[in-house]
Nanobody, 115 residues
Framework: QVQLVESGGGLVQAGGSLTVSCAVSGRIFSMIIMGWYRQTPGKQREVVATISRGGNIYQIDSVKGRFTISRDNAKNTVYLEMNSLKPEDTAVYYC?????????WGQGTQVTVSS
């Protein structure tokens, strides 16, 4: 069975940096899209960034220039490098993968940015 496990969340001061990782395990036949979403209590879950197997990237405007998404296809792992963090970036970050033709989600990792 396909599973997604995030790591790297934590507490960071505003202006600092943090990188979250997501490793996908199981028998993978295809995994075209991987990405990161985030959600704050009482707010809608929103996409942060996605990346295709070929390296095509989408980012929301609020993180453009600050965050970098990447993936290592040999390791079935996606990363989100977050720089110049702001308190508004505080959220639970969820890993997403379209694997074997279905949407898969990680358990989430908390990222807290203090001022």
């Amino acid at each position: 069975q396909v599973q997604l496990v995030e790591s790297g969340g934590g507490l960071v001061q505003a202006g600092g940096s943090l990188t979250v990782s997501c490793a996908v395990s199981g028998r993978i036949f295809s995994m075209i899209i991987m990405g990161w979403y985030r959600q704050t209590p009482g707010k809608q879950r929103e996409v942060v960034a996605t990346i295709s197997r070929g390296g095509n990237i989408y980012q929301i405007d609020s993180v453009k220039g600050r965050f970098t998404i990447s993936r290592d296809n040999a390791k079935n792992t996606v990363y989100l490098e977050m720089n110049s963090l702001k308190p508004e970036d505080t959220a639970v970050y969820y890993c997403y993968a379209q694997a074997n033709g279905a949407s898969r989600w990680g358990q989430g990792t908390q990222v807290t940015v203090s001022s």
